[in-house]
């Protein structure tokens, strides 16, 4: 058979620039980023030579078995789909060719020794990928699935699973997670801390609906199923703040469902733990209100504005829409659902909000721990993330929503101005805000600067739809 030439040409072109996008699709102007995606964010595995130069072990073994899989379908690629479209110019319909005269080719079933062959190269291709040892950790893909899930293998020199490892109980809520360890008898919300160089059970358990833990740095990701508790393990051999997310859809904020991994050393592990379990509390005095942590060894007079806020939280005030619409106490107080001065049970169902102002960033991960992020997100909670239970909670007291109000409210125009209903007034917010930025413990490690980028921070625009009340005309969205 004469090969065409025209056709061999139309063939690399094509193929050539197919096996280029499955390696450096990043690469091309302009929508280079919608066909690979951010190759160089927090959150990629792609990238493991990047910016910070890393992924740890159970993730390099991952990227291992992905690479190998895309040189393998790169092979492919050449040696079946290049034939292919060779096939497809070289044999089409010439100009001109007329059925009803002109003789068609010779139909017949296929190549019955080039179909067998194909099964077995198909076969050994497979068993490559299943078994060889490739990229950094050299741990076949086959032997990956329980090195992932149980930490376990035969291979010398990598991080194993020990039995008697930390333990850390994961509970997924919508839309953010609590972490509880019960060797230590502390919880948390949104950040987790373990140690570097350390394995680490994870105990994966949900509250609602089906959720999925992913610190794709660090380790892949596995689902958090109702009804059972499913487990996988975590290894960092270097210290970082890491973007963790949920990767399974579960509601109207699952892409505000973040959490920030912190690998740190033993040491400032430890002397995490001993601040995490010294509880926040206040005192009202004489001369004013107190914060301590613990014993009164840590005890500090609270500005007139950190008082302020103090009192809105702990429901000893008013805020002043609320009051001027007849209530007689403050049925929207933080403390009727976060806890202070107290562990929460490991599957307690509000975030806990001891020792809030030591973690980097706030509604689960979504905004950076800063006053101002905090102001917004205190006054407008259903502005920052659209279902939350907090603006559910406060709307249904300010009577901006009734019971009945559905909660896919955040889809329709109409609502718009309810969603974005500020609930206090600035004073108000920058009080609670001022005095939540106190419960920090003078001793706990300082996990450095915020860490989202301007680009994970998105404003919301201002429109004449905001309104810090709504007008008497305002019609309500109900069923």
């Known amino acids: ?17 197919f096996t280029f996008l499955c390696f450096r699709a990043d690469k091309v102007p302009v929508i280079g980023t919608y066909l690979a995606g951010d190759l160089y964010g927090e959150q990629t595995t792609l990238n493991p030579d990047g910016e910070d130069k890393f992924l740890a072990p159970i993730a390099q073994s991952h990227y291992d078995s992905f690479m190998l899989t895309l040189w393998i379908t790169a092979l492919l690629c050449v040696t079946v789909g290049g034939p292919l479209v060779y096939a497809l110019f070289a044999f089409k319909e010439k100009p001109g ?86 060797e230590h008898g502390l919880v948390t919300s949104n950040e987790l801390v373990f140690p570097i160089n350390t394995p680490v059970k994870i105990n994966l358990h949900t509250e609602d609906v089906i959720h999925s833990f992913w610190l794709s740095k660090i380790a892949g990701k596995v689902d958090l199923m109702p009804g059972q508790v499913n487990h996988m393990w975590l290894y960092a051999d270097k210290e970082g703040n890491y973007s963790g997310q949920c990767a399974e859809y579960c509601g109207d904020s699952h892409a505000y469902m973040l959490f920030r991994g912190h690998a740190t050393t033993q040491d400032k592990f430890d002397q995490w733990v001993k601040t995490q379990l010294e509880l926040a509390s206040t005192q009202d005095k004489e001369d004013g209100t107190y914060l301590s942590f613990g014993d009164d060894s840590h005890e500090r007079k609270l500005t007139e504005q950190e008082a302020l806020g103090e009192k809105l939280f702990n429901g000893k005030a ?162």
Request: with cysteine.
């Open 318 to 479: 008013i805020p002043e829409q609320l009051e001027d619409k007849g209530h007689t106490t403050n049925a929207i107080a933080c403390n009727r659902c976060h806890a202070l001065g107290a562990m929460p049970a490991p599957n307690y169902p509000y975030p806990n909000l001891n020792h809030f102002a030591e973690r980097t960033t706030i509604a689960a991960g979504w905004r950076n721990m800063e006053a101002g992020e905090l102001k917004t997100w205190i006054q407008q909670p259903g502005k920052v993330k659209p279902g939350n239970r907090m603006w559910r909670d406060f709307a249904l007291n300010y009577g901006v929503i009734d019971a009945d109000t559905t909660e896919d409210l955040f889809n329709r125009k109409q609502t718009h101005t309810n969603a974005h209903y500020s609930f206090f007034t600035d004073e108000e917010a920058e009080a609670i805000a001022a005095f939540l930025l106190t419960l920090k413990h003078p001793g706990a490690p300082d996990w450095g600067e915020p860490p989202l980028k301007s680009s994970k921070q998105p404003k919301a625009k201002e429109d004449e739809t905001q309104a810090s009340a709504p007008a008497p005309s305002d019609k309500l969205a109900q069923n």
């Open 97 to 182: 060719f007329d059925p009803k005269k002109d003789k068609l080719p010779i139909q017949s079933h296929g190549n019955t020794k080039v179909e067998v062959g194909l099964i077995f190269y198909s076969t050994i291709l497979l068993v490559i990928i299943a078994f060889l040892p490739f990229g950094k950790m050299k741990i076949p893909a086959i032997a990956g699935i329980p090195y992932f899930f149980e930490g376990k293998t035969n291979i010398e020199g990598i991080p194993k699973l020990d039995e008697d490892a930390m333990e850390i109980d994961v509970y997924g809520h919508q839309w953010w997670f609590s972490f509880h360890y019960p």
């Open 1 to 17: 058979m004469k090969l065409d030439t025209k056709s061999l040409l139309y063939s690399i072109v094509i193929v050539g620039i």
